[in-house]
């Protein structure tokens, strides 16, 4: 595997990838667990070679947020890609993606207010200013990203199909499966902040959402359930609930009721750690 720092290394090292085939791009902060890796799997299933970057964004980071404690482990994260195949990491460094000068900003409406939006201001003008740079610099036949972070996607897939945005075909931009771990947890570079006890505890997530979840498939009004969601997380350790909320899969929209397209989206705190997790609304 070829490390790279430099966008004008990286641009010849594209280039040399390309003569011999199709190019995939997957976007990191680092921090990598198996659900990282299992993108990497998926791009090599999909395209000739997998570039990987690792860049931790401060542009999507508030100023009360863990931009100084996100774990950063270079070493390890390029032994974990080197085993998986990936041909290309693009590791740059703040001033590499933000040179002297720098002023600008890429905003997307609408997927983007609401949710993660609304509880991190600036969060997702941060994402499509990176991510539409790593497009660029890159030059992706197709890119992947995980769908724990389903309003990420939901904000990458309109850029993209705002900006024209010169990727081979509209399914480019492929959504890949939330990986968890066996009691049910959705796997995330944060979890390594959660206590044991803390850890234990926020099994409650994906549980209360599969409850909640089979009422609104028996039929029950939303705004109850959502309140038993909410109660059940308070019971099992949260600290506070951000959000629970049903909403449109494809617009982000808010739903009064299940319209066949629903997802739960909920973002809860406990010990100090933000969580966040969405499942589709189906049997």
């Given at each position: 595997?070829q ?17 011999t085939g ?21 791009a ?7 570039v990987?970057s ?20 270079l ?5 974990k890609?080197?085993?998986?195949g990936?041909?290309l ?11 002297q000068?720098?002023?600008?900003n890429?905003s ?17 003008d ?6 539409l740079?790593l497009?660029?610099?890159v ?6 990203f995980g769908?724990?972070d ?9 850029m993209a ?5 010169t ?21 995330s ?5 959660l ?14 959402m ?5 009422d609104?498939?028996?039929?029950e009004?939303?705004?109850?359930v ?26 982000i ?14 973002a809860a ?13 189906s049997a």
């Open positions: 595997m490390t790279v720092t430099t966008l004008k290394d990286l641009r010849q090292a594209v280039d040399d990838l390309r003569l199709s190019l995939a791009l997957v976007p990191t902060m680092g921090a990598l667990h198996e659900g990282h890796l299992t993108l990497m799997r998926e090599a299933q999909k395209a000739r070679h997998v990987a690792i860049f931790v964004n401060p542009r999507q980071f508030g100023p009360n947020e863990d931009l100084d404690a996100y774990p950063r482990q070493a390890e994260d390029s032994a890609l080197e085993a998986e990936v041909a990491l693009w590791a740059p460094g703040v001033a590499e993606m933000y040179p000068g720098y002023a600008t890429v997307v409406s609408g997927v983007s207010a609401g949710l993660c939006g609304a509880d991190r201001p600036g969060h997702f941060g994402v499509a200013t990176v991510v740079k497009f660029n610099q030059r992706p036949d197709m890119a992947l769908e724990k389903w309003q990420q996607l939901a904000v990458i897939r309109r199909r705002d900006l024209d945005l990727l081979p075909h509209v399914d480019a931009i492929h959504g890949v499966a939330i990986v968890r771990d066996p009691d049910g947890l959705a796997m570079s944060r979890n390594a902040y206590s044991p006890q803390d850890r234990a505890n926020a099994a409650v997530l994906p549980r209360a599969d409850a909640a979840i089979a609104l498939l028996a039929g009004p939303v705004a109850p959502l309140a038993a969601l909410e109660e059940a997380l308070l019971a099992g350790g949260f600290a506070s609930v951000d959000y629970a909320e049903l909403r449109d899969a494809d617009s929209a808010l739903l009064p009721e299940d319209n066949g397209n629903a997802r739960l989206f909920v705190r406990i010990g100090g750690t933000r969580l966040i997790d969405n499942k589709a609304v």
